[in-house]
């Protein structure tokens, strides 16, 4: 799952909204450094509710990818994409068309998401607005070990920046996209992959109430 699909049924909870980013936002941050689920569970009784909140929303976080990547719907899904992606770009080395049908299955569920419900998304970013960015420093530090005063910068410019918004358009995605594969080291995509989203776009909307069904069955609520 991405930010939205995550945190969109939290955003009356800012701060257990900001947990189920948090794990996200530290790959942006500082991949070397990971909020796990285990270190999260000592912290969700904390004497300061706001930081509980934080490592709840961790929790959540790791619960919800942990069920999500292991349903049929995912898998076809994201090798359906790949073999899309793989078509434009070609395979190589750095096994590119997997891990883009990866994120691409993540990012365009929540654009689906957003698509249903776009006041949603603006009452996510409003959520955002409130957290105190020291507080999830505090988070970080208490359920990683590390302090890391990055972070604290990273949310407010996550709510000023609205990226979400921009997964709604073939182009700006694109550019969005190429800002992930300059961060985890890969080559930029080429114009060309926008022929690739509108098809990927229907794959994951033909099949999003599957991508958010439980393999007990559950159905995660939609926005």
Not at 12 to 28: H, I, Q, R, S
Not at 97 to 109: K, Q, V
Not at 161 to 189: I, K, S
Request: aromatic share 8%.
């Amino acid at each position: 799952m991405n930010y939205f699909a995550h945190g969109h049924r939290f955003v009356d909870e800012p701060y257990f909204l900001a947990g189920t980013a948090l794990p996200d936002w530290m790959n942006v941050v500082d991949r070397r450094t990971r909020v796990r689920r285990r270190h999260a569970l000592a912290h969700v009784a904390h004497d300061d509710p706001r930081l509980a909140a934080v490592a709840r929303g961790v929790v959540q976080h790791h619960v919800d990818d942990d069920w999500f990547h292991r349903t049929t719907a995912f898998f076809e899904v994201s090798q359906q994409i790949a073999a899309k992606v793989g078509k434009v770009i070609g395979g190589d080395a750095n096994a590119r068309p997997s891990f883009l049908g990866h994120i691409l299955t993540e990012i365009l569920l929540d654009a689906s998401l957003i698509a249903s419900a776009p006041r949603r998304l603006d009452a996510y970013y409003a959520a955002c607005e409130t957290i105190d960015p020291l507080v999830v420093e505090r988070a970080v530090e208490a359920i990683s070990g590390r302090r890391l005063r990055q972070i604290s910068q990273w949310v407010p410019l996550f709510a000023a920046e609205g990226f979400l918004r921009d997964y709604a358009d073939d182009m700006r995605l694109t550019f969005r996209l190429n800002q992930v594969m300059r961060r985890v080291g890969l080559p930029l995509l080429p114009d060309s992959i926008v022929k690739v989203l509108a098809a990927a776009r229907n794959v994951v909307d033909t099949r999003r109430d599957e991508l958010l069904t439980h393999p007990d069955g559950t159905v995660t609520a939609a926005a």
